[in-house]
């Protein structure tokens, strides 16, 4: 049931963003940056992030998940005001 509710939370986010009058400008600007960064990163670097992202997900404890879920449910209030304004 959290996992559904985490589901919906980050939909709700990503529909608030899309349907934004700034997030395609900032979509844009976003992609451009993400192609000159993956331009200017070694396959050892990447590497190295892909290893540290399976460490992190390996060890990260259920606080700190529960902790992750409050976080996300707090940022889907603050956007259901900013939608309802």
Avoid: C, H, P
């Amino acid at each position: 049931m959290e996992n559904r509710e985490e589901q919906k939370t980050w939909e709700d986010i990503k529909n608030i963003w899309n349907n934004s009058s700034e997030s395609k400008e900032i979509n844009i600007q976003m992609s451009e940056l993400l192609i000159e960064l993956k331009e200017k990163t070694s396959q050892f670097e990447k590497d190295a992030i892909k290893k540290d992202i399976e460490l992190i997900k390996g060890t990260m404890s259920q606080f700190e998940k529960n902790l992750m879920r409050s976080g996300l449910k707090f940022v889907r209030r603050i956007l259901q005001k900013f939608k309802g304004n």
